[in-house]
């Protein structure tokens, strides 16, 4: 009851049109402010999300740039290693061993005649994204379990097998074929069975295990360049300038292929920073026209509070109105901002699905938690313009 | 409660009631929970000034106030509030209604701003005693200015109070209309064990005085 006769004697109408001005500024802020968020959480998860296979580009393999000037001294030293393991914006780095003996991979089958030259390399088992029991060997095994790059299995599917007028092979045929591996010794030629357990497109050659690779080249390997030459490195951005900057600047050089998300990355960045920036701006501008609006609406009732203030309305009664009819608005546009951001994921989410790029169709925890701090400095800034201007009127 | 007055003089009028013999300015006075005082005056010598001052509106003033011992001083915007919702009630000479509020509005604010001691109804009851009951609807800014002291004085009678704080309350009044309300008041400041000072031009005798004081 005493709020709505406070309503009739300190009227909010005054000034309307900028409130309106304000409520329309501050949904436009928010809108943007909310999108961006939301923009950033999308891509990261396009980065770095398991449902996605764009997870390669976080594993960059590294080698020494080969030119007339690198000739033949394109090993990485202890020194080299050692210092790429320090930079801030590299994981993890893991030695690729090649093969140092000489060896071939061939089909048992006549009706597949299968024959290559190989080498292999090795990496430790956690730069490797295949996840399968059979990722293992020890001298009782009877096979040597390997991971292709999917690049190998679609160049048999779609030039070799064509041209020598061979089958084409899924995924699954090719991890059922039990494969001849020859391994070339000072003594003759030894044979192992090997078996692919799995594709991988984040190092592009043929893999073994670490142990595999440890024994073998202890047993039939030269001694000859025991010096790695390759290293794959994990990044959370391979974008990163500094990551880019430190590999030119050591003559390193990557699959540059993987490098188009740093493309990306500038894209998304760009339009990121310019909708927080327009946002935070026009966030600004609302918050300085609702703080002008009350202080009007307070400026124009001056008389009115003043005589409340006498009769014994407590300040305290005085700001908890006032914040009961400014604040409300206020909560609502955030809301409306949330749900439109919800609304636009969920149909971001359906155009992407159809492009077979997955992101969620529920906006992220990190822009419900901006929605609340937008609420809490909305919050803190009607309540201080509140409290100084009763407090103007009240002396 | 009580009010003591320790000294006071108002800053803009020190000279002239330093010249002055006065019962109140520049002496050490108790006021006593259920005393009725009568302020004597003529116009222009510090009625409305020395009821503001008791109210805590003015500040210009040298000497202290206190209520219950405590120095007006002191006391802090939310908590002289809560002392004029419950504890010092007033009714102003330029009476202090808000125009653009029917008589009743005005008289309901005052009854809901604390936690209300009456039921609705009592507006109506005192406006048929004060004979105002055909203005309640009205805006009273459209009153006369008998029928807003009238409002003002049932807007001070709403809430709970010690003290009851009068400035030339009939001044727009007849007599049979002052009788009216003098009676009212009288009621209502038994049913609450109240005192009250009330500030007049001439000599009266509205109320059973139990202390008269020249200013």
Known sequence: MFYQLLQKIIRTASGRTRFVMAIIGLSIALLLIFSAVQIEINYNELLHGKTNQDSIANFLVINKLLNSKSYGTTTLSNNEIKNLQQQPFIDAVGILTPSRYKSSIQSYSDRFPFFTEISFESVPATFID?????????????????????????????????????????????????????????????????????????????????????????????????????????????????????????????????????????????????????????????????????????????????????????????????????????????????????????????????????????????????????????????????????????? | MQFQLNHIVPTPLKDIFSQRQSDIWNKDITFFKEEYIKIKAPSGTGKTTFIHILYKLRHDFEGHVLYDSINIADIQKDELAIIRQQKISIIFQDLRLFPNLTAAENIELKRVMQTPIYEKNIIHEMAEKLGIVHILKQKAGLCSYGEQQRIAIIRALVQPFDWLLMDEPFSHLDEQNTHKAALLIAEECAKRKAGFIITDLDEDNHFNYTKKLLL
């Open chain 1, 130 to 395: 295949v996840t399968t029991k059979d990722w293992q060997w020890n001298e009782q095994n009877n096979y040597i379990p390997m991971i292709a790059p999917n690049m190998f299995l679609d160049f048999y599917n779609f030039q070799f097998s064509l041209s020598q007028n061979l089958p084409q092979l899924t995924q699954e045929v090719v991890k059922m074929i039990v494969f001849k591996v020859n391994i070339t010794t000072a003594t003759g030629v030894i044979t192992f069975n090997g078996k692919i357990v799995g594709f991988s497109d984040r190092i592009t050659s043929l893999l073994v295990p670490q142990e595999f690779m440890d024994w073998a080249n202890q047993h039939y390997g030269s001694s000859q360049n025991t010096q790695p030459s390759r290293a794959v490195i994990r990044t959370k951005d391979p974008g990163n300038p500094l990551l880019v900057g430190y590999l030119k600047e050591h003559n390193l050089t990557t699959d540059a292929d993987k490098t188009r998300f740093s493309k990306y990355r500038q894209i998304v960045n760009a339009i990121v920073n310019i909708s927080w920036i327009t946002g935070a701006v026009m966030l600004l501008f609302a918050l300085l026209i609702f703080t002008l609006f009350i202080q009007l609406t307070i400026a124009s009732c001056k008389d009115e509070i003043q005589l409340l203030i006498t009769l014994g309305a407590s300040p305290k009664q005085l700001k908890l109105f006032l914040l009961k009819q400014f604040f409300p608005s206020n909560i609502i546009i955030v809301v409306i901002a949330l749900i439109s951001v919800a609304a636009l994921q969920y149909i971001l989410h359906d155009f992407l699905l159809q492009q077979n790029i997955f992101v969620s169709s529920y906006i992220s925890a990190y822009t419900v938690l901006t929605a609340l701090l937008v609420i809490t400095v909305l919050w803190v800034t009607n309540h201080r313009t509140i409290s100084t201007y009763i407090s103007l009127h009240n002396k």
